[in-house]
């Protein structure tokens, strides 16, 4: 069974870079699209982007600027990078796989990380 | 504002059915198959349908339809355990994005 795990600091200040990793445990990492999702607090869910195992990204435009998704060396993980935080980037981060018959709709998700950018 | 959009708040009683819906346009939804998910409490969300298709694990009183650009949820036989958030989302052509709604507050009385 595919299992998603992920991690990254949880604590960063203003100005600082967000970086997350998430693992694919077990199953097949080529022919997927992995993504990025965020929950403010007391808030929905936003996509922030998208990697498959080429290296293809698609991101959210509204942060469009300040993401970068990669794919790890050993090439069962991918990681976000988000540049020039504020208090508006505090929110839980989730990895996800997306359905493999279905765009935009994520069928593996991680545990969540909660990351909380405060001075 | 979210892209999709969803009731704030649904409520039932246990045992009867609730449909939950998820309005898009013809940019998304009028093309692509909607997801939901299931979040409880703060939890990670889980994936509770895809389309009209059933993840394994799930139970079948869950449901799933698409008219146009509105995609539905139908809980059928509704449980103390269901009471949680529901978002659904899927992709939008003109955006090259993903798409959510804002989520509906399932409550079961």
């Known amino acids: 069974q595919v299992h998603l795990q992920q991690w990254g600091a949880g604590l960063l200040k203003p100005s600082e870079t967000l970086s997350l990793t998430c693992a694919v445990n077990s199953g097949s990492f080529s022919g997927y699209y992995w993504s990025w999702i965020r929950q403010p607090p007391g808030k929905g869910l936003e996509w922030i982007g998208e990697i498959n195992h080429s290296g293809t990204t698609n991101y959210n435009p509204s942060l469009k600027s300040r993401v970068t998704l990669s794919i790890g060396t050993s090439r069962n993980q991918f990681s976000l990078k988000l540049t020039s935080v504020t208090a508006a980037d505090t929110a839980v981060y989730y990895c996800?796989?997306?359905?493999?018959?279905?765009?935009?709709?994520?069928?593996?998700w991680g545990q969540g990380t909660t990351v909380t950018v405060s001075s | 504002q979210s892209a999709l959009t969803q009731e704030a708040s649904v409520s039932g009683t246990v045992g009867q059915k609730v449909t939950l819906s998820c309005t898009g346009n013809?940019?998304?939804?009028?093309?692509?198959?909607v997801g939901w998910y299931q979040q409880i409490s703060h939890g990670a969300p889980k994936t509770v349908m895809f389309g009209n298709s059933l993840p394994s694990g799930i139970p079948d009183r869950f449901s799933g339809s698409k008219s146009g650009t509105t995609a539905s949820l139908t809980i059928s036989g509704l449980q103390p355990e269901d009471e949680a958030n529901y978002y659904c989302s899927t992709w939008d052509y003109s955006l090259s994005a993903w798409v959510f709604g804002g989520g509906t507050k399932l409550t079961v009385l």
């Open positions: 013809s940019n998304n939804i009028g093309d692509y198959a």
């Open positions: 996800a796989r997306e359905h493999p018959m279905g765009r935009g709709v994520p069928d593996m």
